[in-house]
């Protein structure tokens, strides 16, 4: 063989490298290869075992999931955009993109009282469930902001612990502050999160949203109407707004659910109502 021109690595160059390849990296470090899609169903699992583990390391019995829109925020902070949406309309009245906005914030406004009524259940439920070291219908969200933000923010108003199931998405997003630290949660999949969502839940709350949300609420529907999920209580809050958006009435009409299918949910107004609802079914745990 030919001599190699040029100088020749060393014996700790020749080690150097042997110890930077990705080959040498120990496979449960190696992001990269984990996130191969070959791995795909590694990762599922990992996604299933450790929220599982983690809650119930914490004691977590039960929850109690809260669905709602991430862009519904509080009464004071509705008020402020809509006094700013009008503001930039006086500025020039002929432009239709501000007429919406202005005609938008009017409507969140109108909404806005869900953030409270989200928040009071979710301290309602924490008060009354999360005493004497039980952990029973524990507050569980998407991990968002706006409703989401509300039912944790409830619970943490009384000391208690709340959990979210946050999801990566194309656009930054972070969870909501009020989140038990060590119960919030990061998916990678849509489909892991929901099954987390009703692994333990006794009861479903569904407060005004958007796809997300409609999505989530009749994924729990048809999972109640098919016997794969029972004992699930789902109550939908603001009953005019949800017989606006769907007319419930014309699938059963149609054939398209049956009568008895239209008794899986029910309404309340307040979050009190809700929990009253809730709680005549699945009773608080008693104190000591």
Not at 139 to 161: L, Q, S, Y
Request: net charge neutral; charged share 25%.
């Amino acid at each position: 063989m030919p001599p190699v021109s040029g100088r020749h690595p060393d014996r700790d160059e020749l080690m150097e490298r042997i110890l930077q390849s990705p080959s040498y990296r120990r496979a449960d470090q190696d992001t990269d290869f984990l996130n191969r899609d070959e791995l795909r169903a590694v990762r599922l699992q990992l996604e299933l075992l450790k929220p599982e583990l983690i809650q119930h390391e914490e004691g977590i019995r039960s929850t109690i999931v809260v669905f709602g829109s991430a862009r519904l925020i509080e009464p004071a902070e509705a008020r402020k955009r809509l006094a700013q949406a009008e503001a930039a309309f006086t500025q020039k009245l002929d432009d239709p993109e501000r007429r919406r906005a202005v005609e938008v914030a009017r409507r969140q406004l109108a909404l806005s009282p869900y953030y409270d009524q989200a928040r009071e259940f979710g301290r309602l439920v924490s008060s009354t469930c999360q005493v004497d070291s039980h952990c029973e219908h524990v507050i569980v969200t998407g991990g968002g902001p706006g409703i989401m933000e509300a039912a944790n923010r409830g619970a943490a108003d009384v000391g208690a612990k709340s959990i979210g199931f946050n999801i990566m998405l194309p656009h930054e997003q972070r969870p909501n502050p009020y989140i038990t630290p060590s119960l919030c949660f990061q998916f990678r999949y849509f489909a892991l999160r929901k099954m987390h969502f009703l692994l333990r839940a006794k009861a479903l709350v569904a407060f005004p949203g958007g796809f997300g949300t409609l999505d989530e609420l009749f994924e729990a529907l048809t999972l109640v109407q098919t016997g794969k999920v029972t004992g699930l209580i789902v109550v939908l809050v603001g009953r005019a707004h949800w017989e606006r958006l769907i007319n419930w009435s014309m699938l059963a009409d149609e054939g398209l659910i049956s009568k008895q299918d239209l008794q899986l949910f029910r309404y309340a107004e307040t979050g009190r109502e809700a929990w009253d609802i809730i709680s005549a079914h699945h009773p608080p745990p008693p104190r000591a």
